[in-house]
């Protein structure tokens, strides 16, 4: 059958920052959505395993959406992968928080708070790269343009004005001296 528009009014804003051809894709992310929050649940709760599945899960669909590639826009596809290294980071630190450690083992609890911390601000950071990115080359590309005028216009030699010749007078003040010289002087003569 065709298009058909009311159900596109009706389900668009489901599939519209979709390529045409990965309608469906929203379908698929609400299945990985529904295997972190209630599928992982049936397992031991808290247990590494657990962790583990997610951490597995969250990396192979995070896989999956880089190389398709389903949104409309790359930036929407970056920010996706992002969330999902989110996802992963906290994920990560659950599973270290879980593990056992001991002062045998070399453990030190200054610097493993040290490390979890890093890793739940390393995908901050690449947020705000991704929106820093583009202002930093904005402005390089603003201070290339200014060096260039600023190379162009030391190149112009200024003009020795002794050496000009007589600027031709404006057509206006031409058009007004010819008018006046064969006015006639008589104001009472008749036209």
């Known amino acids: 059958e065709g298009f058909d528009n009311q159900r596109y009014i009706m389900f668009g804003g489901m599939v519209s920052s979709y390529q045409p051809g990965y309608w469906f894709f929203e379908i698929i992310n609400m299945s990985h959505k529904l295997f972190l929050c209630s599928i992982v649940v049936f397992?031991?709760?808290?247990?590494?395993?657990?962790?583990?599945?997610?951490?597995?899960?969250?990396?192979?669909?995070?896989?999956?959406?880089?190389?398709?590639?389903?949104?409309?826009?790359?930036?929407?596809?970056?920010?996706?992968?992002?969330?999902?290294?989110?996802?992963?980071?906290?994920?990560?630190?659950?599973?270290?928080?879980?593990?056992?450690?001991?002062?045998?083992?070399?453990?030190?609890?200054?610097n493993w708070n040290v490390v979890l911390n890093v890793i739940i601000l390393i995908p901050i950071f690449i947020v705000v790269g991704l929106f820093v990115l583009p202002l930093l080359q904005l402005l390089l590309e603003c201070c290339k343009r200014w060096r260039r005028m600023r190379k162009k216009l030391k190149q112009i030699q200024p003009v020795d004005s002794s050496k000009m010749d007589k600027p031709e007078r404006n057509h206006a003040d031409q058009w007004y001296r010819d008018l006046t010289r064969t006015a006639d002087p008589d104001p009472d003569a008749e036209f």
């Open 43 to 110: 397992f031991n709760s808290g247990s590494p395993e657990q962790f583990l599945i997610a951490i597995f899960e969250v990396v192979l669909f995070a896989g999956f959406v880089a190389i398709l590639s389903p949104h409309n826009s790359r930036f929407e596809t970056i920010m996706f992968i992002v969330v999902q290294f989110a996802l992963l980071s906290i994920l990560i630190r659950a599973l270290v928080i879980k593990a056992q450690f001991s002062l045998e083992d070399g453990y030190d609890q200054e």
